[in-house]
């Protein structure tokens, strides 16, 4: 069960929130924004990098585009310095748009088209993610122009988003692989692991940073140099529960990093959710309201169609925001289609509500937007971009 949360002037009690009630009134009634809407704020895509750069320092960032491909948060990143991860060749051109180094590229996605293996080389992207035999060989082509990575499965990782399921070798099908590299005339470049999305226990990265010791060493006893170790992302972020912050997260992934990985291998990460979730907050509007079973319901005009398919793809619980508060209730959430399916929370409590009241989504800048549709023909929510 989710309740919603009655806060006056959140932005002095969530540091993620861009703004007030009352400042979202303004917009809305002078015409800068029309609901639904999200707000961007750039501090707090600078605040999530600074934050993780000093958590993971020697870690080069590589942010993860398909979180939020939304031009002002690449133009952060790559303004900060940052590289990013990308998982097509549309990825990878708007992150050389915001001013990203191509050449600094990872190509993460484990399974890749051969059009789309050609179009990114031919771009300039150096640098690509394999986890079987059959993808080695869509890179033949392509000898002498791009190095390879293996990903390696880590398993029984806390995670929300289970992302061993689809993609990683077994820890035992490093070295094999490796050899396929070379036999294909292919330059075996380093490794790469992915714990899963919104990890909640940091244990399963020393795991994986183990395991990658492990193979480093058996490749190098079989004539290869690991150049790279990237440790994926899933660092998370608060929704409805708090988690714990960066820098404490991370210090025993620093100390693993340091104990079990040679210095002269480069570091990378692909965090996604941790730098452009908090970044975002989703304004809405209730649009009709009813009673049905003795139990309130009310509709928005943004739901599992739009900005919140992050609930079905995601499996995320956001928080809600409200400045109503009176008698509070178990009601319904829904959002605006004619679809039935369409119903956010289903038991949630909330205070009685009027159509034309505003509610407050926090931390919806990860998988929300990218997977947002346009059914009904009903519009997406625009962003506005406060600072």
């Known amino acids: 069960m989710i309740k919603a949360v009655n806060i006056a002037k959140p932005e002095e009690t969530i540091p993620f929130i861009a703004c007030g009630f009352d400042r979202i009134d303004e917009m809305v009634r002078t015409g800068q924004a029309r609901t639904p809407f999200l707000i961007l704020s750039r501090q707090a895509v600078r605040r999530s990098l600074e934050a993780l750069e000093a958590a993971l320092p020697g870690v080069k960032i590589h942010y993860a585009v398909k979180a ?11 303004g900060c310095g940052h590289s990013f991860d990308i998982a097509s060749y ?13 050449g600094e590229f990872i190509h993460s ?5 051969p059009d789309e293996i050609d179009m990114a080389i031919k771009a300039g992207a150096p640098l690509f993610v394999v986890d079987n035999p059959a993808e080695v060989e869509k ?113 025993p992934i620093r100390q693993a990093l340091k104990q079990f990985i040679p210095s002269e291998i480069s570091l990378a990460c692909e965090p996604g959710r941790y730098i452009s979730a908090t970044a975002v907050t989703l ?73 034309g009241d505003y509610l407050m989504f926090p931390a919806m800048g990860a998988y929300c937007s990218v997977s947002a549709s346009t059914f009904n023909c009903l519009r997406k929510a625009e962003y506005v971009v406060i600072d």
């Open 68 to 78: 939020n491909s939304h031009a002002v948060i690449l133009e952060e990143v790559a």
């Open 90 to 102: 549309q990825e990878l051109q708007l992150a050389v748009e915001a001013g990203g180094r191509v």
């Open 109 to 113: 996605h484990p399974i890749k088209s």
């Open 139 to 251: 890179f033949i082509p392509f000898a002498g122009k791009v190095g390879l990575m293996i990903r390696f499965k880590v398993d029984n990782s806390s995670a929300v988003v289970n992302l061993s399921y689809k993609f990683g070798c077994q820890p035992e099908e490093i070295l094999p692989l490796a050899r396929k590299i070379r036999e294909c005339g292919l330059d075996y470049r380093g490794l790469a692991f992915h714990v899963g999305s919104q990890c909640l226990e940091n244990g399963i990265y020393i795991d994986a940073v183990r395991i990658a010791s492990e193979a480093i060493g058996q490749l190098k006893e079989d004539g290869f140099e690991t150049g790279l170790l990237d440790i994926g992302g899933g660092f998370p972020v608060p929704y409805t529960e708090a988690v714990p912050d960066i820098y404490t997260f991370c210090e």
């Open 283 to 355: 304004v809405t509007t209730v649009i009709g309201k009813s009673v049905r079973a003795g139990k309130p319901w009310y509709f928005m005009d943004d739901g599992l169609y739009g900005s919140f398919s992050g609930r079905l793809f995601d499996h995320c619980k956001y928080q809600v925001l409200t400045n109503r508060n009176t008698t509070w209730k178990r009601a319904v959430l829904a959002g605006p289609t004619c679809d039935s399916f369409d119903v956010i929370y289903r038991d949630i409590v909330l205070p009685p509500l009027e159509i």
